[in-house]
């Protein structure tokens, strides 16, 4: 098996936390340019069509990309270990604060470094004010976020889970953004403190 | 078990198409008006703190929301009829196809629809530009998921799934955009007669 990836790309880390929290680790992985555009030749667009990495390539030549997906592959193999649950409510449940962070934390955060920073440009079109908006956004997330770890130790409630893996490769990639976690944010600076020193962390 | 919705918007439906397919019928369902703002209220979210429909709320008053997370929960619940595939593999696939078409389909007709309509200009920041370029994506992905239909009887391949729930409330939400299938798409026009002639079309 082996894995298409951009070592300091978000996704390709979310990717490379869950195996590491797995314990799994017999995968070669295949490091890509994406600024120089190794992702968008046609032998790339063979495996992925939408030329986003990370992309998973069983032995048999199948491709699977989305950066979930693979880890549900995962996920379903080894089910010791689980960081998507095990009942139907913790499933739902996981998945819930998973699509919540993904729709309300890490999408704002790759937009507004694609929409201010112009990294992309020749293969986007950047609009600075959408990028801006998008910063309003995370802040505003953020506050939330706090609020929520008050109460709980992990992103989704008691149990650590693929929800907190994306919540750490957001946060940590909103350096590019210059966003960080304030002083009035301490709940939210326990929960990163606590989960960044799992040494999956350093996958 | 009770789920608040409004019957017109593309994530409820979503979910009621699921169902449907499913054969689960004993639910509930609340009707709120979103432009109402039947959302905003304190008690709306204590349910979901980010005031989307649709909301799954169990008997014991613990409440998901998301629409791929509630239907998770049914799918675990009754595994018989999947709808996100059996083995590791299909299921991986699957959800690769839901992502993509929830990314580069779904979240695009949303955004150009709230960007350039003024629906909910009281309570987010419309920019028309984005809007626009949202408009873009999406006719470039139904061109490229015209050409995946053309040896794809379905979208994530030879069965039915929550892929084609997810492309089929996409396409017809983007009524509101003004977009539809044009006739150099005969096999999305092919996808498409055959996946609303199905009897959960209308759920």
Redesign the interface.
Known sequence: MKIYEMKIAPNPRRVRIFLAEKGIQDIEYVELDLQNGDNLTADFKQKN??AKVPV?E?DNG?C???T???C??FE??HLEKPLMGI???E???I??WQ??IEF?FF?PTGMCFQHTSGYFKDRM?P?K??GE?CRTQICKFMH?LNK?LESNQYIAGKAFSIADITALCTMDFNRVNQISIDDAQPHLKRWYDEVSARPSAKA
Chains 1, 2 share one sequence.
């Open positions: 069509p939408f998973l069983l199948q699977i990309s989305e979930v997906a693979i549900r592959y379903e193999l009942t139907p409510i499933k739902a449940n998945e819930m699509r919540q309300f999408l079109k609009i004010e959408w908006e939330m929520h």
